[in-house]
């Protein structure tokens, strides 16, 4: 089995609903996502899919977020855009392009990540 992940990076800002702290004012992150593929057959370069077309796809939907009020953005808007629901609707959206998706990574801080997979 074979694993392949890309990184990328978005600024936006948020705010965490239900949330009692500094976090439930409006702050910025500068997030940092990775995206992590599986699989078993090469193809005839020997490679399970091309970093480019990986990069690419994510890049893709994280322009959707970037220099955005995330609480503001329609996918988000009726549930608190913390690191864990972010990751989840990365996963969500990359899941019908790329089928071999196993994981979806996101940081906040350079020590603090929240990860989805199914």
Known sequence: MFELSVESHFSSAHHLLNYEGKCENVHGHNWKVEITVQGEDLDKSGMLVDFKILKK??????????????????????????????????????????????????????????????
């Open 57 to 118: 796809y994510l890049n893709d939907i994280l322009e959707k977020l970037d220099h955005k009020d995330l609480n503001s953005l329609k996918e988000l808007k009726d549930i608190s855009p913390s690191s864990e629901n972010i990751a989840r609707f990365i996963y969500t959206q990359l899941k019908p392009t790329l089928p071999m998706l196993k994981k979806v990574s996101v940081w906040e801080t350079e020590k603090a990540k929240a990860s989805y997979t199914e």
